[in-house]
């Protein structure tokens, strides 16, 4: 039998380096072809939970990440499958520069033949930029080059500049006016969350579009060849109703929001009802059976989560009544006793966790790592801008990817297991599953063989 599979054009949006505008120009080119009734499935690269966040306000599709370690080949292959079933495009966003990480943007377009175009700041160079670029595309001979977009361009005579430096082979794609109203608004982790400034995001989405249409990419884009798109072959671990009759408490709104949307759905996959609920708004837990506390800004909210004494008292009991609890990152900090924000501010917290945090300016951790678990490893990444102290003694650390030092600490305080690191759900199922299980349900959720209807229920105030 012959493997399915489908053709979709396809273009991977990279760059030479962060801060090049690789996610104005994603949006806007999403949108532009969302405003001609066009279906554009955009992915991003890597472990990056705002990007998608405004991929996907700009595309109207839900935006999955993808990493070739974190997710494994066999999930990209599929990913990328099915949304060639549905697609008139396929848009990949990079991550840093195109040959940044181990994995990189260029091992993903390599695998995937999705040729790549290279958004660069052209502002402070001419002539040089076309040398830049020229230097990207020799550097590998694996991976295809659909040309440069110039942003922050000058004037028609920049443009000209660069263009005629460019040699034959390294299509112009476009030049992208300089103009603020243009620009994504960023914080201390990145970009500003979509939800808090979505009608300001809706006037710069239009406005990138008009420019990139104006600039004519559209053109441009007409030459691209489809790509063909196998589905997986590969077996992918196996997703059981593990989870079935089970209700998990997922925190979500503008302190807890980052949330691969990839983890919802395994968690539905595998019988789990989802139901969302606001630390900032809510006075109780809906009704549920374990809590996802994933990360998030609670830095930038701390006065509010203190001020909420009646959810703080919902936790609490949940967690004394021996409930599972999973708090990342964000969700971590939030289940010490204290948390000091940038201002030197200290707020009472959950106090699960004996401890306290405290941001830490503009230095921070990042990278790949396998959280080390009793239930198994899963996959994930750590991102963060803060240190905890004064904390117990940790159950386990994470294993980084590629260095023998001790990853992040990983605490466990009765069914409270508390991390830095963002666990990508799908790399291990069954451990996810164990994890969120109550442990007198546990052995008959284990021969289950049928889920329940699963769903994901919003709250009353559609906190977000």
Known sequence: MSTPSASCPALFISAPASGQGKTTVTAGLARLLRNQGKVVRVFKTGPDYLDPQILAQASGQPVDQLDLWMAGEAYCRQRFYEAACEADLILVEGAMGLFDGEPSSADLAALFGIPMAIVMDVKGMAQTAAALVTG???FRDDIQIAGLIANNCGSQRHRELIEGALPATIPFLAAVPRDPELALPERHLG??????IRDDL???FEAAAQALESAGLLEALATLSPVKFSACTET???VLPALAGQTIGVARDAAFSFIYQANLDL?????????????????ELPECDALWLPGGYPELHAHTLAQNAAMR???QSFFAAGKPILAECGGMLYSLETLTDYAENTHTMLGLLSGHGAMRGRRGCQGMQTAELPEGPIRGHAHHRSMAEQTPAPSAHGRRQRHPAPGEPIYRQGRLTATYLHLFFPNNPAAVARLFTRSDLAQSHSVQTTAATP???????AAK
């Not at 970009?191 to 808090?196: D, G, I, T, W, Y």
């Open 191 to 196: 970009l500003v969350q979509a939800e808090e």
């Open 267 to 283: 968690l539905v996959q595998m019988g789990a009802r989802v139901r969302f609920f606001s630390p900032l708004a809510d006075a």
């Open 202 to 204: 809706e006037i710069r």
């Open 313 to 315: 008292d919902a936790i």
């Open 236 to 238: 992918l671990p196996a």
């Open 136 to 138: 990207l595309a020799g």
């Open 455 to 461: 769903q994901i229920e919003e709250p009353l105030h």
